[in-house]
């Protein structure tokens, strides 16, 4: 790494020409991309804006969270996860394994860099990255932020009017906090179906909104992980006939979910219908959670 670079008006400023990729962001992809060149020989830079590594894991997840894949499919380029890990790890054996990922290829992320911009530089074709004092220049730049980086709360009519808190996930810490009380979960993804259950746990009364109807899927089918089922199936036959065979074992484990939702599904879990409105509120298909056992 050499301090060579130079404003186009010859002032010399902070800055660092990187001798490999400068990668953004210190999460999983990031520590993995870092591995995978170090593994061919290849340096590179790290610039992380918190300062720890897995930033999201560590500071906006919620205690309960747990891998909702088997760990063989989460685990990271070169390194397994230890044998005395569960199937589905906890959020902090997690963070532990991506510690311990970091330590064993002597990956060292430089932390409170917070990139604020990034421009090709066309004449001298290398990119200078800069933070908030310094500047960073190489031919390559790996972008690893993470789709779920920023939180994002949609705007909701007549939301103003309503007296109690509103919070995002990245917020969301335990269903202690809730107990006795309704909670409407707006969202059916991996975190929207865990944060009901632990609503449940704790004597919540959640209730579940989502904006299209939806597909139950067991997270286990005969023993097996539902994903790791569906993989190997798509290896063999289309995707109509594996959402078929996935939608008749769910029903056959689970039983008929579309009695508590409406309207009753198509027969793809893929398949999304539009939200109706009603009354000038968009009151979209839902489910209640709270019998969710």
Not at 73 to 79: G, N
Not at 111 to 125: G, I, N, P, S, W
Not at 182 to 196: A, D
Not at 249 to 268: H, K, W
Request: aromatic share 10%; hydrophobic share 40%.
């Amino acid at each position: 790494m050499d301090s060579s670079c130079k404003e186009e008006n010859g002032n010399p400023v902070n800055c660092l020409f990187v001798h490999g990729p400068i990668i953004v962001g210190a999460g999983p992809s990031g520590l993995a991309v870092a591995a995978c060149l170090k593994e061919k020989g290849v340096p590179s830079l790290i610039l992380e804006r918190s300062e720890c590594i897995a930033s999201l894991w560590q500071q906006r997840t919620y205690d309960r969270l747990k891998l909702h894949l088997p760990k063989q499919f989460c685990q990271l380029p070169f390194l397994s996860f230890p044998e005395n890990f569960p199937k589905y790890p906890t959020k902090h054996q997690f963070i532990s394994y991506m510690e311990s990922y970091a330590r064993h290829f002597s990956i060292e992320p430089i932390f409170k860099k917070v990139v604020e911009t990034a421009e090709l530089d066309h004449v001298r074709q290398f990119w200078r990255v800069r933070t908030q004092d310094f500047e960073y220049c190489s031919r390559w730049l790996i972008v690893a932020t993470g789709e779920n980086a920023e939180s994002f709360i949609p705007e909701i009519q007549g939301i103003e009017r309503f007296q109690g808190p509103v919070i995002h996930t990245s917020v969301y810490k335990s269903g202690s906090e809730f107990k006795y009380q309704r909670v409407l979960v707006v969202g059916c993804g991996n975190s929207g179906m865990e944060v009901s259950l632990d609503l449940c746990r704790h004597n919540a009364i959640p209730h579940m909104v989502v904006r299209n109807s939806v597909h139950i899927l067991p997270r286990e089918m005969f023993g097996f992980s539902t994903f790791s089922i569906a993989m190997e199936l798509l290896k063999w036959l289309p995707l109509r006939l594996v959402d078929k065979f996935l939608l008749l074992v769910a029903n056959f484990t689970l039983g008929n979910t579309g009695q508590i939702r409406s309207p009753e599904a198509e027969n793809r879990p893929n398949r999304a219908q539009k939200c109706h409105r009603k009354d000038s509120r968009a009151r979209c298909w839902s489910f209640i959670t709270n019998q969710i056992r």
